[in-house]
């Protein structure tokens, strides 16, 4: 019996495992001839567990026809052999490109996404020739997934094209991706586009403000301070952990040492007004770097007897991030009081950096 | 605060849609596939599972089909969101269990409506 | 790191070594990923997370980081959440069905099982659940591919460090003590236990092992690549009945891995089983 039919017989068993390891064989054997009859029991198999014997198999296998095949299965009525034709796709990685092109070409919407995803984890520039003629394509969802992909190569050499896309498209989610992908690439040109198209903070959509955020804490002036606080308090609500990041990075390039009373009043609010500790914990550990505020530290020692450990830690950090004697002193006079161990470590290393001795 | 699960293996989307329901007042959970979104669903709690199709692992219609198969999820309300637009695609879904077909690119206020329509919200 | 490096580094985690990283991870994850930086001479998160991206193509890197963000330690009564809703809620169930079936049988593999505290472990567990355990044929078949291990694993005798969760009346009934601080795996107990070298890729031998109502191998598949990591899954199904349960490491994904399994709620647990 040759072992084409033997290949066959066992695919065709009855016993589930007869046939996934008759796949597994197949696979390691890299034969060719294996590969139409293993395709041809995919399209028929029922158990999920031999179909995910067939695909590996056929991961394994090194031959060009594997990669004919999983075009063709891109085109199936079945959910799962189109995706996991994709995920063969990307394993094949440059041998497949041209195929891929070609294929591209000639075929629907739903296809071509499906071929943009394939070559999305493919390493190496040559995918990216298939990306660029994906930016350009007729079909909306096919640009998006195509930008999406080519923003997290960071290619500086695309940001021009990007800030094309933002400046001529409306649709939101296309929008949002394109905004995304310049977040890696974009420089302050990018900002300034950004800016001129979204000149209001208060009205910065929920689904674009993190990005239009992070682009402003990386490129923008010292003045975009303000604007980030005239972002809608509900965005400001709802996205805290990105408005925090954008905060800091601010903070991180300008160094500035106070926000005006107006400004603390609105962050001391959201403060107070929040039910989530971290975040809590966050802005108490950055108010450690606004050494000029007015009465900052009365402020962060009110919070060292916080109900929770995790707040009593920020007011831990941002007392200890002040660095004065007053902060260690304060520090120092609430060591014994605490009772959580993790705050007290915390207490203990940062009095013991301050003075390089061992506390006794 | 009711909870929307979104399962889409793109993290763009999920940000997507995850920024605007949250910003309609909904808690948000998210998953990048099939395997991990029914993770999420049975150890949480969901009053809504928002889902793509082409996803890698366990594909929409498997997702939603076990959905349907455990009992204390029968009932939940789930909305389908993906690139494919043909009338077999959406007949593929509603049999296979879901409430709602939608074809990217989705609009935020749609969604939203949506969400809130199935979740029996005031709009 | 910022939360959105971390997200992206997550992602990419999940995708390549099926281990999820809840939120809370982020200063866990921040502190590991700083030594990586500093070992490859970089200075950005971002640069890194695109190296693990798109540059490191034979996986050297992500190993690198899979050493720091997992824990190789191995002592007795690990992992105590799972050893609870496999002895609450999978081993009453696989016991009724071996009832059902008419046969009083049940095997266990311990897939890697190093130096032996795994199924040690499974063994107290099966002896303090089991109230009629003598009437019923138990085996737990545990396998590595180090034979110094192996060898550690015969012996059975262990240090304080290795006992240290056991709860203290099993200890009283399972642990003789030896020497000046070790103690020994009471024979009663050990007897449950075949020692077997097996190496997890060598397909042909995997195939023999059949018949298994539970397969336990944490914290082993994360070392291995995405394609070989699925063949061994497979392998385990293959072992694993109807209804059978598959045990990895609490923060490793089997639905990442292989969507054959069903996944389940019992009680608090999420559990992984080969259909009926």
């Not at chain 2, 029968?74 to 879901?98: F, H, L, M, N, W």
């Not at chain 2, 749609?110 to 029996?120: A, E, H, N, P, T």
């Not at chain 3, 397909?203 to 995405?226: A, G, K, Q, S």
């Amino acid at each position: 019996m040759s072992s084409q039919t033997s290949l066959e017989l066992r695919l065709a068993d009855q016993d589930e495992s007869v046939r996934a390891f008759a796949a597994e064989d197949a696979g390691f054997d890299n034969n060719v001839e294996a590969i139409e009859p293993l395709v041809a029991r995919l399209r028929v198999e029922t158990s999920r567990f031999v179909r995910d014997a067939i695909f590996t198999a056929l991961a394994r296998m090194t031959h060009a026809t594997v990669v004919d095949h999983a075009v063709q299965l891109l085109e199936s009525d079945d959910a799962f052999l189109r995706n996991e034709a994709v995920t063969l796709l990307r394993t094949r990685g440059q041998d497949a490109i041209e195929r891929l092109i070609e294929t591209f070409r000639q075929t629907d919407a739903d296809v071509r996404k499906f071929l943009l995803d394939a070559v999305s984890g493919m390493p190496g520039q040559h995918p990216e020739g298939l990306l660029l003629l994906g930016l350009e394509d007729p079909d909306i969802n096919v640009r998006i997934a195509a930008i999406e992909h080519l923003g997290t190569r960071v290619r500086p050499e695309l940001k021009e094209q990007f800030e094309t896309v933002l400046l001529r498209e409306d649709d939101p989610m296309l929008l949002s991706t394109v905004l995304t992908a310049l977040e890696e690439v974009g420089d302050a040109e990018t900002w300034s586009i950004v800016e001129q198209r979204y000149p209001n903070p208060s009205e910065y959509l929920p689904f674009l403000a993190p990005q239009i955020l992070r682009l402003m804490a990386k490129w923008g002036s010292y003045d975009c301070l303000g604007k980030l606080f005239a972002v809608n308090v509900k965005i400001r609500a709802s996205r805290m952990g990105d408005w925090l990041d954008s905060l800091e990075t601010l903070h991180d390039r300008f160094r500035f040492r106070t926000l005006s009373a107006e400004q603390f009043g609105t962050i001391w609010a959201e403060y107070e007004g929040s039910s989530n500790t971290l975040s809590q914990y966050r802005l108490l550990r950055w108010f450690g770097r606004l050494e000029d505020q007015p009465d900052i530290l009365n402020i962060l020692t009110s919070q060292l007897l916080h109900e929770n450990s995790t707040v009593r830690k920020g007011a831990v950090l941002g007392i200890a991030k002040l660095g004065t004697a007053a902060a260690r002193g304060t520090l120092l006079s609430h060591l014994p009081i605490e009772s959580d161990p993790e705050v007290r470590a915390i207490l203990t290393d940062n009095l013991a950096e301050e003075s390089g001795a061992q506390l006794a | 605060m009711k909870t929307v699960l979104i399962v889409d293996d793109s993290r763009t989307t999920r940000n997507y849609h995850a920024a605007i329901i949250s910003s309609a007042g909904y808690q948000v959970l998210t998953a990048t596939d099939g395997a991990d979104g029914l993770e999420k669903l049975l150890m949480g709690s969901c009053d809504l599972v928002l889902t793509d199709i082409n996803m890698e692992g366990m594909d929409g219609y498997s997702f939603i089909r076990q959905i349907r198969a455990d009992s204390s999820h029968r009932e939940i309300p789930i909305i389908i969101v993906s690139t494919e637009s043909q009338t077999k695609d959406q007949s593929k879904g509603y049999a296979a269990g879901a409430n709602l077909y939608v074809v990217k690119p989705t609009q935020p206020d749609s969604l939203v409506s949506y969400v809130k329509m199935m979740l029996g919200d005031p709009q | 790191m910022n939360a959105r490096q971390f997200d992206a580094l997550r992602d990419l985690i999940y995708k390549t070594l099926g281990l999820h990283y809840e939120d809370s991870k982020l200063d866990f994850m921040d502190k590991r990923v700083e030594k990586r930086l500093s070992a490859l001479g970089m200075d950005k998160v971002d640069d890194y997370v695109f190296h693990l991206r798109f540059l490191d193509n034979d996986g050297v890197e992500m190993q690198a980081l899979a050493n720091l963000i997992t824990t190789n330690e191995t002592y007795m009564f690990r992992e105590f959440d799972q050893l609870q809703a496999f002895a609450d809620h999978c081993l009453p169930e696989a016991i009724e069905r071996r009832e059902q079936s008419g046969r009083r049988r049940l095997r266990i593999w311990s897939a890697g099982c190093s130096s032996g505290e795994e199924p040690y472990t499974l063994a107290i567990v099966l002896r303090e659940i089991m109230h009629d355990a003598d009437e019923w044929d138990l085996q737990i078949v545990a396998t590595d591919i180090d034979e110094v291990r192996l060898e550690m694993a015969r012996r059975a005798v262990y240090g304080p460090y290795a006992v240290r969760e056991v709860p203290d009346d099993y200890a009283a009934k399972h642990l003789v003590p030896v020497g000046r601080d070790e103690f020994k795996i009471h024979p009663d107990t050990a007897k449950l236990v075949e020692i077997r070298h097996l190496n997890l890729s060598s397909r042909h031998e995997m195939r023999t092992l059949r018949d298994f109502d539970f397969v336990f191998c944490r914290n082993v598949l994360i070392y291995f690549d995405d394609v070989s990591r699925k063949t061994v899954v497979d392998h385990f199904y293959n072992s694993l009945n109807p209804g059978g349960f598959l045990y990895l490491g609490h923060s490793e994904s089997v639905s990442r891995i292989s969507a054959a399994f069903k996944i389940r709620r019992l009680g608090a647990h999420l559990v992984y089983c080969k259909e009926n």
